[in-house]
């Protein structure tokens, strides 16, 4: 007889990837339908190839701003742990763990993937890394994005000159006040537990009481304490700082890949485009965000292009598409190599008993 709780496990994977793939096929059928753009663009349109290759080479600063970002909560953490006010998390964690969990939250479906980058910190053995202290600076990250992309979407908007008419435009604004108002909430709650860290303990005391109840509330207060550290007057504003430009060098990309296809927009609808891709990807997808990325993209350049741009539109979206798709993959090799090194130190650091 086979284990129950495998057996379930196996169940509800299946269950997720199905409807990951059902959900990916009703927002393709959507766009092929509805949309501004065809799936795969005939003819692909490319007339500044080299335009294209510099949208290939800003993967590399993308990735690593990217990766880089949680060593301002999790670099005090370490010093901290170890009693050495010059220690730092291991830069081969920090950027291996960021460049390989990328495309695991984005091939894996509905964003199963998010607890990837905290399991591979807490693997790694940093001092003071465990799972509290990552899941919570990924969620502040998580938090500061959104309200980023929400920024984005309103001046980009505000500044673009929109083309398509109707019902899209309202929906689009709708859904993103209704993302501004959920971070916002979020922002809130991260300020609160930073902030009174005991009433976070009280309240978890009293949800779980006993010896369960003792545990959570000792992991929320290591969630609280590590949130706390970017309110620091030089750390915040630094972590906000590499976060903008992060996301600068998003908008700088994807307008490279709108020349290369020959479609003139300027910044503000590059910003646009980025944010109400970034708020589409957030609707249940298929593996490798399929459906929701070409379902936001749809969106957004029926708002920002012509009909008589509808080749060049869906040259551009299916190029960003596997631009976004090949170059996380190919970014994940450098990181595989950086923390399999930490691990082989680690191993060297501690052998089997057999051998000490």
């Known amino acids: 007889m086979g284990d129950p709780a495998s057996d379930t496990s196996a169940t509800r994977r299946a269950a997720a990837w199905l409807g990951s793939l059902l959900a990916a096929a009703l ?23 080299a335009w294209l290759i510099a949208a290939c080479l800003a993967q590399v600063p993308y990735a690593l701003l990217r990766a880089m970002r949680l060593r301002f909560v999790l670099d005090p953490r370490v010093a901290e742990v170890s009693g050495d006010a010059r220690a730092r998390l291991d830069p081969r964690v920090l950027h291996g763990s960021g460049l390989v969990s990328f495309p ?3 091939l894996l479906p509905f964003r199963l993937g998010e607890l990837s980058r905290p399991l591979l910190l807490v693997r790694a053995r940093q001092p003071g890394i465990g799972l509290a202290e990552s899941v919570s600076a990924i969620a502040v990250e ?23 008419v109707g019902e899209a435009l309202a929906y689009v604004q709708g859904f993103g006040r209704v993302m501004a108002l959920t971070f916002l909430a979020g922002l809130g709650v991260l300020i609160g537990a930073a902030a009174r860290p005991d009433w976070i303990e009280r309240s978890v005391v009293w949800v779980l009481p006993g010896q369960l109840g003792a545990r959570a509330a000792k992991a929320a207060l290591r969630i609280a304490a590590t949130i706390a550290l970017l309110f620091d007057r030089r750390r915040g504003p630094a972590f906000v700082g590499v976060s903008l430009l992060y996301w600068a060098v998003t908008v700088v990309q994807l307008w490279l890949m709108l020349h290369a296809c020959g479609l003139a927009l300027g910044l503000a609808e590059a910003a646009a485009i980025v944010a109400i891709v970034g708020l589409g990807i957030q609707l249940p997808g298929g593996p490798a965000q399929a459906g929701s990325f070409q379902f936001g993209m749809a969106v957004a350049l029926g708002l920002l292009t012509h009909a008589s741009e509808a080749a060049a539109a869906s040259s551009f979206a299916a190029l960003m598409y596997l631009l976004q798709l090949f170059g996380t993959l190919v970014m994940a090799l450098p990181g595989l190599v950086l923390l399999a090194r930490v691990r082989g130190r680690s191993d060297e650091d501690n052998p089997p008993a057999g051998d000490r």
């Open 27 to 49: 927002l393709l059928l959507a766009v092929a339908r509805w949309g501004s753009i065809s799936l795969w663009p005939d003819p692909l349109v490319l007339p500044h190839p």
């Open 104 to 106: 695991i939250v984005m």
């Open 142 to 164: 998580r938090v500061v994005d959104g309200l980023v992309v929400v920024g984005m979407l309103f001046f980009g908007l505000a500044l673009s000159e929109i083309v398509g």
